[in-house]
């Protein structure tokens, strides 16, 4: 069953909320297909690629071209990378793909147990116009990365939020439904407004359960403000996408030492670079990096 994957931005009761809610279930579902991924390392990555892309359309600013999360768990995953930008596209990889545990206490795909509740949470965002990157970094709370994106943005942002992330995998490894939500406090918020939302939130179902029932991303929001004013802002497709390239590879090559290049003409004679992020293999004969060991005379 194809979906359509789309994010849209809101704005609740009068100004007060930001709001974000995304279908990323044929993102996600291309992530498992490349990297073949088990049920755990499914909803581990899934998640990330979700909370990235919603960290990527809610806080890149013009002169940000992208972000990178990085998960580093004590869990059978190990770290978990994404990349995303701000025009909805996401990519990412898992260190162990093949990681699949039983049901926790609550007969859900224990995610926390796959990602390790020790650990640390950072996004690196680089600014285009200096080509500065900065990271922010915090400690995993709960291992299960909604409440660690939560924490992410409260401590590095300063920004209080909710994050909820769901993917729900079949038992043939395949995904049915992906997607998200983000909700950030703007200053002016009253705490009744704010304690009502937090009620609602604590009362929503799981995003997967309201995917599965054929709920919509706007659907979402009007659950979590139910009764309330919320206007929609905007509408943006979402997708899985590495922008991978045999030029980037062989800026790559170029940069290794003298030595290693000599190795691979001599004893391997010609090299061959694997994407991690969509798997694409990129070939480079003896010529091309004689080539480059010219270039570095």
């Known amino acids: 069953?194809?979906?359509?994957?789309?994010?849209?931005?809101?704005?609740?009761?009068?100004?007060?909320?930001?709001?974000?809610?995304?279908?990323?279930?044929?993102?996600?579902?291309?992530?498992?297909?490349?990297?073949?991924?088990?049920?755990?390392?499914?909803?581990?990555?899934?998640?990330?690629?979700v909370g990235t892309l919603l960290l990527a359309t809610s806080g890149l600013q013009g002169d940000q071209a992208g972000l990178t999360v990085?998960?580093?768990?004590?869990?059978?995953?190990?770290?978990?990378?994404?990349?995303?930008?701000?025009?909805?596209?996401?990519?990412?990889?898992?260190?162990?793909?093949?990681?699949?545990?039983?049901?926790?206490?609550?007969?859900?795909?224990?995610?926390?147990?796959?990602?390790?509740?020790?650990?640390?949470?950072?996004?690196?965002k680089m600014n285009v116009a200096d080509k500065t990157p900065y990271t922010g970094e915090v400690n995993l709370v709960s291992g299960e990365l909604g409440d660690d994106f939560t924490y992410y943005l409260a401590q590095s942002e300063q920004i209080p939020s909710a994050v909820g992330l769901s993917v729900f995998v079949n038992p043939d490894d395949s995904i049915e439904v992906a997607g998200g939500f983000l909700v950030q406090v703007l200053p002016g918020a009253s705490d009744e407004q704010i304690a009502d939302l937090e009620k609602s939130i604590q009362g929503l179902p799981l995003v997967s359960e309201m995917l599965r029932d054929g709920k919509t991303p706007e659907d979402i929001l009007k659950k979590i403000f139910a009764g309330q004013e919320l206007k929609i802002l905007e509408k943006m497709p979402v997708k899985y996408q590495c922008d991978c390239s045999k030029d980037r590879f062989s800026q790559a090559l170029a940069s290794v030492k003298k030595e290693d290049l000599e190795e691979m003409i001599n004893q391997d004679h010609g090299a061959q670079a694997v994407c991690q992020f969509c798997g694409k293999k990129y070939e480079f004969s003896e010529d091309e990096l004689r080539q480059m060991l010219k270039d570095k005379d």
């Open 70 to 124: 990085k998960i580093q768990g004590n869990g059978p995953v190990g770290f978990i990378v994404a990349d995303g930008t701000a025009n909805g596209t996401v990519k990412g990889y898992v260190h162990n793909p093949h990681v699949n545990l039983p049901l926790n206490s609550n007969g859900k795909i224990d995610v926390a147990g796959a990602v390790g509740k020790q650990g640390t949470l950072s996004v690196t």
């Open 1 to 49: 069953m194809m979906t359509e994957d789309y994010l849209v931005k809101a704005t609740a009761e009068h100004g007060m909320f930001r709001a974000y809610a995304v279908n990323a279930t044929e993102l996600v579902r291309e992530a498992q297909k490349i990297h073949g991924t088990w049920s755990a390392a499914s909803a581990a990555l899934g998640r990330t690629l």
